[in-house]
């Protein structure tokens, strides 16, 4: 199952916004084998989706924000989990600062990339995807939004976010 490209969340978005959006469009529909992506905010709030139509459901649930399985609103709560577990992995460690995670499974993986000021890029994708492809283009996105992904910026993300709802 291919991740679907992200829409633009309202027509008053920055250009900023706007690239960002863009950026995740041609990460999903660019690298074969993912499933999902979320950036997430330091505070664990979910900014961009490759499926923000299926945000929403988590409130239809019954028994609250569960979400969808194999949502954006999942996998912004795996990332955001697991930065902080490996943040705190890497403080008592003295490791520094965390660049990327990675987790296989026998039905996927879940990859993590630190953009900047603690915001998180997580993919989720196939079991048969390449992850030196899928990590070189996370990179790849890291470093072209990490630069642009300023505090009014995350602010305007997330009101898109909540209006998508």
């Not at 239809?60 to 943040?87: E, F, H, K, M, Q």
Request: glycine share 12%.
């Amino acid at each position: 199952m291919k991740a679907q490209a992200p829409t633009a969340h309202g027509q008053g978005l920055s250009s900023q916004a706007r690239n960002l959006h863009w950026l995740l469009t041609n990460l999903v529909e660019e690298v074969p084998g993912i499933r999902s992506v979320a950036v997430v905010s330091s505070d664990g709030l979910l900014l961009l989706s490759s499926d923000p139509g299926r945000v929403d459901e988590a409130a239809a649930r019954p028994g609250g924000g569960d979400g969808p399985r194999g949502s954006s609103a999942d996998l912004a709560t795996i990332v955001s989990g697991l930065g902080s577990l490996t943040n705190g992995a890497a403080k008592l460690m003295d490791g520094g600062a965390v660049k990327q995670t990675m987790i296989t499974m026998d039905e996927g993986s879940v990859f993590v990339m630190s953009i900047s000021d603690g915001s998180l890029l997580g993919v989720q994708a196939t079991p048969d995807c390449d992850m030196n492809v899928i990590a070189y283009h996370m990179a790849l996105f890291v470093g072209r939004a990490g630069h642009v992904l300023t505090p009014e910026l995350r602010s305007e993300l997330r009101k898109s976010m909540e209006s998508a709802k």
